[in-house]
């Protein structure tokens, strides 16, 4: 088990690394730092600019091939990754932003796998019927409204409901309430009030993807030939759906979460946009805006390594439900 683990996280690593090479390239490629100053009056000077660049290393008369050569000796040797264009060091950023998208997407990703598997094996169980058509119909509607849409329309409904409440029950912008008296209790309710609505929008989104798709696979399950040899043994339709065919059927769902946390962590970017919520999303989106190549290549880094660290579960506990995997 464990050797089976250490082979499957070094592959992923390798993936981070390229993921990581391939984003500083295409950002040196795409983005224009020394735009930043151009517009400015009055204009610093042609020499000016390339010794802040220079400082940054990311000068574009410097080649890709010796900034990237820089860049991976000094993350390597000094655990820098460099200097964002406002002068702090992206290290600096990401442990500062960090928690706050890991607070959001670790709650929200809990809860959609969570409810997501209920509703799809649930929905497979009570396949066709009033309960399978709701759900189906609910998650096709939540998976075409975009991610933006979705937290606006949370938004609407809790003004809605502070309205006919005539008090403000439901917060929902920014990570807390600036200068908040009381103590730990009051500072610790203000936060999850504020966590509410980001982490449904998020958990809704989740779990209307992750229900489709055990379904189809739940449904595979139904009519497989050990699970009518464990009816014909005595075991209840109930033990029998749970002891044998939900367990298959969490095997490729345990695939699709790996494959699927990317597109939880482009929502969570946009969610905490929306939700005004200073983490990783909003620096990668302003890295994006500001041509910041540091800050672009650290937030790619940070996203990678949560990808890694998704995969890895993945594959431990697809290992759990089929011990084949690990010979």
């Given at each position: ?69 820089n860049w991976i000796v000094n993350l390597v040797t000094q655990g820098s990754l460099g200097e964002t264009i406002h002068n702090t060091t992206v290290v600096s950023e990401i442990a500062a932003r960090a928690g706050t998208s890991l607070r959001l997407l670790i709650i929200g990703t809990i809860i959609a796998a969570i409810f997501g598997v ?210």
């Amino acid at each position: 088990m464990i050797g089976f683990i250490t082979k499957r996280f070094i592959n992923y690593a390798i993936l981070t690394a390229i993921a990581t090479l391939s984003a500083y390239a295409l950002a040196s490629a795409i983005l224009n730092p020394a735009a930043r100053y151009l517009g400015r009056n009055p204009r610093p000077s042609d020499e000016t600019i390339n010794a802040i660049l220079d400082n940054l290393g990311v000068n574009p008369n410097t080649p890709v091939i010796e900034r990237m050569w820089n860049w991976i000796v000094n993350l390597v040797t000094q655990g820098s990754l460099g200097e964002t264009i406002h002068n702090t060091t992206v290290v600096s950023e990401i442990a500062a932003r960090a928690g706050t998208s890991l607070r959001l997407l670790i709650i929200g990703t809990i809860i959609a796998a969570i409810f997501g598997v209920v509703l799809g094996v649930w929905g497979a169980v009570r396949q066709y019927r009033f309960s399978d058509q709701a759900i189906s119909y609910g998650s096709f509607t939540i998976l075409a409204i975009p991610s933006f849409v979705l937290g606006i329309l949370l938004m609407i409904l809790a003004t809605m409901l502070n309205n006919f409440l005539g008090m403000q029950l439901i917060s929902f912008t920014g990570e807390y309430t600036a200068g908040l008296e009381g103590g730990w209790w009051a500072h610790f309710w203000d936060r999850a009030v504020h966590l509410l609505l980001p982490t449904i929008s998020l958990a809704l989104m989740g779990a209307a993807a992750y229900s489709r798709y055990q379904r189809s696979a739940m449904l595979d399950v139904l009519s497989a030939d050990y699970i009518r040899t464990a009816r014909s043994k005595g075991r209840t339709r109930g033990s029998a759906m749970v002891r044998h065919g939900v367990r298959v059927a969490l095997i490729p769902m345990s695939t699709y979460f790996a494959y699927s946390f990317a597109t939880v962590l482009a929502g969570a970017a946009v969610t905490e946009l929306v939700f005004s919520w200073h983490g990783m999303g909003e620096m990668l989106v302003n890295a994006i805006t500001q041509s910041d190549i540091n800050a672009f290549t650290g937030a790619i880094l940070f996203n990678a390594v949560l990808i890694l660290i998704a995969g890895t579960l993945s594959d431990v506990v697809y290992a759990a439900l089929d011990p084949r995997v690990r010979v």
